[in-house]
């Protein structure tokens, strides 16, 4: 079973220059790199083996053996027990050159920062091995060299295992907010692996946690003193410093919840009050804060609908009372168009329903009025005549005419009787012109000729056989005491 990591208070952080030689090289595609790698592993083991070559003899640094006695020999060769002596020590040697190989990987690997007191204990194990060896116990000292390669290759097994374990009491410290213990977590967990991303953001997070606790701290007394702004600044601060502080980002959405509330309620206040004055500008001012801090309120959208059957009873108003100051001045068409408005707005709006017909009608007879006045010339014809005198006889009937019909009804008079009162006028020709007279008749040669016609324009046209038409425009006034001539014959040859 896998020992509990111990976590060092300040774990050596260097990383060694050696490369593990137990490391296999990925294979790649033929390439520079994958060249380059190979070329590089080559040159990893030759170094390997030279620092085992070099440090195998300072580091077996054997005293002399203890005089054995002298013992016969024959020709052929050593005594048994120095050969035997000579094959341990040979045996020895290999055994402590894989644990220098171990010793190189150890460096490679970082085990001194992160391997705690199991790497302490190995390390005596080799201490003891190389008293061992000075003192020629070959035997012994195989022993302890074979221990420290078997314990440091455990150790090294569980170098994952170690880094999940650092990871993860990196994060309960972080979640404990014990700074110190989070700080030490994520170092030894860089120290096993100084790339891993997870250890870099826990370590910065680590080291801005006293920061963080004190921001969160000093907001929540904020908080509780009622200084919402100014609580939600340190919040706010502590969650940019570290957004996974889960305390900070819980209290600052606690806070703006309630400072959303207060300012609903303050925007509220003033809607209704503004409501109760009829400021509606206003009201529709504070209506939209409120709407904007919390949407789809019951309140908020009661107050919207008093407001803008606020707003249509201000535009109906508004609307009646230009209509009725038309309809004063007797622009019945300006004030048609009011009263129009105000039923597509409310289509029961009583005033423009009674205003309405009065409006039409009168706007109607003043059209009719004011075409007959601006064209006097048309009452030449009977029935032009007959409509005006309808026309006049209605506008008599309207109970108090305003000044502008009171007007138009005395010019009325005076252009119907006019054009009713008949005019004396003679004409005069050669005996040889063909006179007409358009929409009064045509006459044969005369000398002269007296006709009646009523007031207005005529046109008069005369015709003689191989010479020029003459044409003329008689305007007939009534009210004139002069008599009236008119010459009517053609004198230029064709």
Same mark, same amino acid.
């Given at each position: 079973?896998?020992?509990?990591?111990?976590?060092?208070?300040?774990? *050596?952080?260097?990383?060694?220059?050696?490369?593990?030689?137990?490391?296999?090289?990925?294979?790649?595609? %033929? %390439?520079?790199?994958?060249?380059?790698?190979?070329?590089?592993?080559?040159?990893?083991?030759? +170094?390997?083996?030279?620092?085992?070559?070099?440090?195998?003899?300072?580091?077996?640094?054997?005293?002399?053996?203890?005089?054995?006695?002298?013992?016969?020999?024959?020709?052929?060769?050593?005594?048994?027990?120095?050969?035997?002596?000579?094959?341990?020590?040979?045996?020895?040697?290999?055994?402590?050159?894989?644990?220098?190989?171990?010793?190189?990987?150890?460096?490679?690997?970082?085990?001194?920062?992160?391997?705690?007191?199991?790497?302490?204990?190995?390390?005596? %194990?080799?201490? %003891?091995?190389?008293?061992?060896l000075r003192n020629a116990e070959f035997d012994d000292a195989q022993k302890f060299y074979q221990q420290a390669i078997d314990d440091f290759e455990s150790l090294l097994a569980q170098k994952e295992e170690r880094l999940a374990d650092a990871l993860q009491q990196g994060k309960l410290a972080l979640e404990q907010q014990d700074s110190a213990s989070a700080i030490r977590a994520f170092e030894l967990s860089l120290a096993i692996d100084p790339y891993n991303e997870e250890a870099v953001h826990g370590a910065e997070r680590g080291n801005n946690l006293e920061r963080v606790i004190t921001l969160y701290n000093d907001g929540l007394k904020q908080e509780k003193e009622e200084n919402f702004e100014q609580a939600l600044l340190l919040l706010q601060e502590a969650v940019d410093v570290d957004p996974e502080f889960t305390p900070a980002s819980e209290s600052l959405q606690r806070i703006q919840n309630t400072l959303n509330d207060l300012r609903f309620n303050d925007a509220m206040g003033r809607t209704l009050s503004a409501l109760d004055r009829g400021e509606l500008t206003a009201a529709d001012k504070a209506?939209?804060?409120?709407?904007?801090?919390?949407?789809? *309120?019951?309140?908020?959208?009661?107050?919207?609908?008093?407001?803008?059957?606020?707003?249509?009873?201000?535009?109906?108003?508004?609307?009646?009372?230009?209509?009725?100051?038309?309809?004063?001045?007797?622009?019945w068409g300006e004030a048609l168009e009011n +009263?129009?408005?105000?039923?597509?707005?409310?289509?029961?709006?009583?005033?423009?329903l009674i205003g309405l017909k009065e409006a039409e009608q009168r706007h109607k007879l003043d059209q009719a009025i004011r075409k007959i006045l601006a064209n006097p010339d048309r009452l030449q014809d009977e029935n032009a005549l007959r409509d005006a005198q309808q026309v006049y006889k209605k506008a008599e009937k309207v109970a108090a005419p305003g000044p502008v019909l009171q007007s138009q009804i005395g010019r009325m008079d005076k252009l119907i009787t006019s054009a009713a009162a008949p005019?004396?006028?003679?004409?005069?020709?050669?005996?040889?012109?063909?006179?007409e007279i358009y929409h009064v008749g045509r006459f044969t040669p005369f000398y002269e000729k007296r006709l009646v016609l009523r007031p207005g324009s005529y046109i008069i046209v005369g015709k003689r056989p191989g010479y020029k038409d003459v044409r003329l425009t008689l305007q007939v006034e009534a009210g004139k005491d002069m008599p009236i001539f008119v010459f009517v014959r053609c004198e230029e040859p064709i």
């Open positions: 079973m896998t020992q509990p990591t111990e976590i060092p208070e300040k774990p *050596d952080r260097h990383r060694p220059v050696l490369i593990p030689p137990r490391e296999k090289i990925p294979r790649q595609s %033929s %390439s520079p790199l994958l060249i380059l790698s190979i070329t590089g592993g080559f040159l990893i083991l030759l +170094l390997l083996a030279a620092i085992v070559l070099w440090l195998l003899p300072a580091k077996l640094n054997l005293e002399p053996l203890p005089p054995q006695p002298t013992k016969q020999v024959s020709q052929k060769g050593s005594a048994p027990q120095e050969v035997q002596q000579t094959q341990e020590l040979r045996k020895t040697e290999m055994i402590l050159g894989e644990w220098l190989k171990r010793q190189a990987i150890a460096e490679a690997e970082n085990v001194p920062a992160w391997g705690g007191q199991e790497y302490a204990n190995i390390l005596e %194990s080799v201490a %003891s091995a190389d008293k061992l209506l939209k804060e409120a709407v904007l801090k919390r949407p789809g *309120d019951p309140a908020a959208k009661a107050a919207a609908l008093r407001l803008e059957e606020m707003k249509k009873g201000a535009v109906l108003k508004e609307l009646r009372l230009k209509a009725d100051k038309l309809a004063a001045g007797e622009k +009263l129009e408005k105000a039923l597509k707005i409310d289509p029961q709006a009583g005033f423009a005019v004396e006028v003679t004409l005069r020709s050669d005996n040889a012109t063909l006179v």
